[in-house]
């Protein structure tokens, strides 16, 4: 299986994550657990059945951030190329369907952010641009129709 890219900055934060999940919230949840146990029959204990569900929701989190990590290979910045899109690159893009120029950064799935103008290399816009090079154009099926835009510029 060929590992999914991810920025340095990204991995950090998972990491910070995942240590603040097992650290933190681990030893919490054994307490609650601790305390919802001791209140009686555990078949009729609604809190009992909540810590357990919690503490499901939180172990799956704690595997899937470790999968991540585990199956990621970490890009530099140093590594961004302003030749050509790729993962980390900053593009400027021209929308052909209604004349806005955008400035996109294309980061791994786990970072994406539309309010901070960060997609992912998985969304349309993503997929369509990496590899491209300035003023190569690219089109998208969005629900709307097709959308065609334009790279200007790369930059890190």
Do not use: W
């Amino acid at each position: 299986m060929a590992k999914k890219q991810i920025s340095r900055s990204g991995a950090e934060k998972l990491q910070k994550e995942l240590e603040e999940l097992i650290t933190v919230r681990r030893p919490e949840m054994a307490q609650k657990l601790k305390e919802a146990r001791s209140q009686g029959d555990l078949s009729e204990n609604a809190e009992y059945d909540e810590a357990k569900n919690e503490q499901a929701i939180m172990e799956a989190q704690i595997a899937e951030i470790q999968a991540t990590l585990n199956n990621s290979e970490i890009v530099d910045d140093d590594a961004i190329s302003v030749d050509e899109v790729g993962l980390g690159s900053i593009i400027k893009l021209k929308n052909y369907s209604n004349g806005k120029i955008e400035t996109l950064q294309i980061v791994s799935s786990n970072e994406a952010n539309f309010a901070e103008h960060k997609i992912s290399d998985e969304s349309p816009i993503g997929a369509g641009a990496m590899k491209k090079k300035v003023g190569d154009s690219f089109m998208i099926e969005a629900p709307a129709g097709e959308l065609q835009f334009e790279i200007l510029e790369i930059s890190k």
